[in-house]
């Protein structure tokens, strides 16, 4: 059951990040292996679950999805505030590899507003994630030239060690030092080597998703991710050569 | 194990440390935060869902138009075509000489002519009776609730008149209640030779009272970019000079968190936190006058 909160005076959830990842998943309708991904995707979701009082399976988000932009088309507001709830952590980190930390949070809400105003020029049917995440990184790049500087790469390791204590199929376990290495060395690429880099592997969105949030064809990302792991590898050398050696890796 | 530098790895391994990293990463939210690591205000959905409802949009979400089929249509392309079919019929029943349609030109006739300010003159006809018209009520289109007496606004939400005493303002013209919104109060002072107008015609200063305590946090990190933050101090207390081209508000009540009032500012405002309630006056006399008549609030 939708409720539109127009009567009644409009309170925002205390903490919206509480929200994430307690979404509650029907396995029959789960792609195998995809479970954690999903959830890591679209965390918040379980916000709409509870405005909606349903429980979400994988093929009924983009049914609600496809559900929600027909009500926000059609000016409910209310329907495009679950909308942006459930894809904003993904556009905020979005939005901060691209441009300057103290521009992004503008940037992302700068980006759904011109997103809601082109709601109905959204393809019907299309995933609605990457046609969102492209608003925003243009967004971010327009605040990016605007800055007229570089900026770098805002974005820092945890102090905590992750959570996680299994790595996925693809990942590799690689300690705190390298990850501080590892981010130096992003730091140092071009800005179109590092986009491509963070969408891929940092925001885990697919080819076509990078593609089409970065507005590239498809054979680009892959050509350009080539190169940017070569130039990648090239700015760890430098780094390694200046501290003196190599470190340990655990595979 | 594994010993050697990342620089050795291939591409796969390097992809993999990437994936890594993505999860070490302290990624910000979409919800502002404290240094405490305490959320300070609401997040990114609600914001956006704020500035939609009060009206700043960049072009406006528009219902979508469909003429024939299913495929949308521009709105402006159905009202072309209602125009032309509108002005065809017209020219078509001109041309044919229709009975009851008959175009004349040159002068109106003076019954037609409207006059900006009703008469009370005799004329040719006789002499008209003056159409009553009812003072406009001022801050009538804010949606601030229900018009209240000064006299009862006490008895109503238990919170004592507190008014400027500030000698451009009198008292309020018109009093608002919102039972719906913690018995927000709005006091409105009609526009004239000593409070210039704000966007809102007629309106020359809103003073709004909130049951709430403002969060310094989300002023700082919440506000859009073209919104310009000054830091004031109000009787002692710090405030914000809030001015530029967007305006939303939120406050935070212990209960249900943060609560917005959800309507679209006429002017730049002054909001403060006395250490019991929340302020905020929108007013077109600039910073220092809007401070003066904050402080003379009694």
């Known amino acids: ?89 993904v556009a905020v980190r979005t939005a901060h590899l691209i441009c300057p930390e103290t521009d992004a949070d503008d940037a992302v809400q700068e980006a759904f507003l011109k997103a809601y105003d082109a709601l109905p020029r959204f393809r019907d049917g299309a995933p609605i994630r990457p046609w969102l995440l492209r608003i925003v990184a243009n967004e971010a790049r327009n605040r990016r030239r605007s800055a007229g500087r570089r900026h770098g790469l805002a974005l820092r390791v945890a102090e905590i060690e992750p959570t996680r204590s299994v790595p996925g199929p693809e990942q590799i376990v690689i300690a705190a030092e390298q990850r501080a290495e590892l981010l130096s060395a992003l730091a140092t690429l071009r800005d179109d080597d590092r986009e491509v880099l963070g969408a891929r592997f940092l925001l885990d969105l697919s080819e076509l998703e990078t593609a089409e949030t ?6 680009t990302v892959k050509s350009r991710t080539s190169r940017a792991l070569a130039r ?14 190599g470190t340990e890796l655990e595979r | 194990m594994i010993d ?6 291939d591409d796969a ?58 495929r949308p249509v521009r709105r402006s392309i159905v009202l072309a075509i209602a125009a032309l079919l509108a002005l065809a019929l017209v020219a078509g029943a001109v041309g044919l000489g229709l009975p009851g349609l008959r175009i004349t030109f040159g002068e109106p006739p003076p019954s037609l002519l409207l006059s900006p300010t ?35 606004v006490e008895s109503l939400t ?17 009093v608002w209640v919102d039972e719906a919104k913690f018995d927000q109060l709005a006091y409105v002072w009609e526009a004239g030779p000593t409070l210039p107008e704000t966007s809102e015609r007629g309106v020359g200063l809103v003073l709004m009272r909130f049951a709430g305590r403002t969060d310094d946090e989300f002023y700082r990190k919440v506000l859009g970019s073209g919104t310009r933050l000054q830091t004031v101090t109000v ?64």
């Open chain 1, 1 to 89: 059951m939708y409720v539109l909160p127009s009567e009644s005076p409009i309170v925002a959830p205390r903490d919206s990040t509480a929200t994430g990842g307690s979404l509650t998943m029907d396995r029959r309708n789960t792609r195998p292996g995809t479970d954690e991904r999903y959830q890591r995707r679209h965390s918040g979701t379980d916000r709409a679950a509870q405005v909606y009082g349903v429980r979400l399976s994988w093929r009924a988000v983009h049914i609600e999805d496809a559900e929600l932009i027909a009500r926000a088309r059609s000016g409910d507001v209310a329907a495009y505030e679950v909308i942006v709830r459930r894809y904003q952590d």
């Open chain 1, 214 to 219: 970065l507005g590239i064809p498809r054979g």
């Open chain 1, 232 to 245: 990648l590898r090239e700015a760890l050398a430098a780094i390694e050569a200046r501290a003196g050696g």
């Open chain 2, 4 to 9: 050697r530098p990342l620089a050795s790895l």
């Open chain 2, 13 to 70: 391994g390097l992809e993999g440390a990437l994936r890594s990293l993505s999860a070490a990463i302290d990624w910000p939210t979409a919800a502002p935060t404290a240094p405490s690591g305490a959320t300070a205000g609401p997040d990114i959905a609600t914001r956006v869902r704020v500035r939609i409802a009060s009206g700043e949009r960049v072009g406006g979400a528009r219902p979508t138009w469909r003429l024939f089929g299913r």
């Open chain 2, 118 to 152: 009703p008469t009370a003159e005799p004329t040719e006809r006789g002499t008209p009776t003056p159409t009553p018209t009812l003072p406009p009520i001022t801050g009538i289109r804010l949606d601030l609730g229900r018009q209240v007496q000064l006299d009862e």
């Open chain 2, 158 to 174: 238990g919170v004592p008149v507190s008014l400027p005493t500030d000698a451009r303002l009198g008292e309020p013209d018109t």
């Open chain 2, 235 to 298: 009787d002692g207390h710090e405030g914000f000079w809030i001015s530029g081209e967007m305006h939303f508000f939120f406050y935070e009540r212990p209960d249900v968190g943060h609560v917005d009032d959800g309507r679209r500012w006429v002017a730049d405002a002054l909001v403060w936190y006395d250490g019991t309630a929340t302020y905020r006056i929108e007013s077109a006399l600039g910073r220092d006058a809007t401070i003066e008549i904050a402080e003379s609030i009694e």
